[in-house]
């Protein structure tokens, strides 16, 4: 029934729920799995006495696998991987082996065994429920990003359209995170989309009008409109709120920027191209579903 005793990490609660839901769908009607009574826990473990451990114990278990030593379900659940292949050997029918000097169990007790065993890796793999998995990080992909600059410059025109075309992975999308890295090409291709954009945005009163909500006056600083378009474009820039030093990290660069360029107008585009090329816009994080 295997090839020995190895201490492994259980299989997810998906990979069962998966797994078994496909096993029902091509078995059912051929065979009637999943529509005998499984056993209880006693029943199962009775049912490893009486036709596998006269193999499987020592001094020479056959394969290595001493089934002596799980004499609770609680030790079975332990090396879940190892007795999901049993089981599946006990379901085609190579376990027991067919051999004269062994004892058959019958067709219904071979099908309660394996929906028992089913149930209780089941039970043990989502005991803690179906666990979605860390959320994923990836880049904008080339549509994403154009539609994310369009919006927060309320320009028409389409700043990911001089990026290097998106790799669609096995999957056949251009949204897979494994596929959505940063390579110089693209770093060089950000940065002028990114510059093309927010001079574009400057040069249409228009569009200006929508995130130049402050302009250096007799009553406002440089620095202090800055930090007022900064507070407000920021936030839908990171599509969260953004920090105290994130806001001072971008005024920071625009002071350095308009000493430099002693025009307000210039010194912020600087800052907003900054902002358009930071890894808080270019990436996203996907958190799994009701997590």
């Not at 027991?96 to 007790?109: G, H, L, R």
């Not at 179906?130 to 080339?142: D, K, W």
């Not at 350095?256 to 800052?271: I, N, R, S």
Request: proline share 7%.
């Amino acid at each position: 029934m295997g090839d020995g005793v190895r201490k492994q990490t259980r299989p997810t609660c998906q990979t069962y729920v998966w797994l078994w839901a496909l096993v029902s769908m091509l078995s059912w009607e051929q065979t009637g799995w999943g529509q005998s009574d499984a056993f209880s826990d006693d029943e199962g473990t009775a049912f490893i006495d009486q036709y596998c451990v006269d193999c499987h114990q020592p001094p020479k278990p056959k394969g290595k696998l001493d089934l002596t030593l799980y004499t609770t379900v609680d030790q079975i659940v332990e090396d879940a991987l190892d007795w999901d292949s049993h089981l599946n050997r006990v379901r085609d029918e190579d376990m027991p082996p067919d051999d004269d000097d062994v004892t058959q169990p019958t067709m219904k007790e071979r099908m309660a065994f394996v929906d028992w065993m089913q149930q209780t890796l089941s039970n043990a793999a989502c005991s803690d429920g179906i666990q979605p998995g860390p959320p994923m990080v990836r880049r904008l992909n080339q549509g994403e990003y154009s539609a994310s600059v369009r919006a927060l410059l309320d320009i028409h025109f389409d700043a990911g359209e001089a990026l290097p075309n998106e790799g669609a992975g096995g999957e056949g999308f251009d949204n897979a995170a494994e596929t959505l890295f940063i390579s110089p090409i693209h770093a060089e291709k950000y940065l002028d989309a990114a510059r093309s954009a927010v001079k574009y945005a400057f040069a249409d009163t228009r569009s200006s009008q929508r995130f130049l909500i402050a302009i250096p006056d007799e009553n406002t600083t440089p620095p202090e409109a800055a930090r007022k378009i900064l507070e407000e474009f920021l936030p839908r820039a990171f599509r969260r709120q953004a920090s105290p030093d994130e806001i001072s990290e971008y005024l920071d660069l625009f002071e350095q920027a308009y000493a430099e360029e002693k025009a307000f107008g210039p010194a912020m585009q600087v800052t907003l191209s900054a902002v358009l090329i930071s890894p808080k816009f270019l990436f996203i994080i996907e958190s799994p579903t009701g997590s």
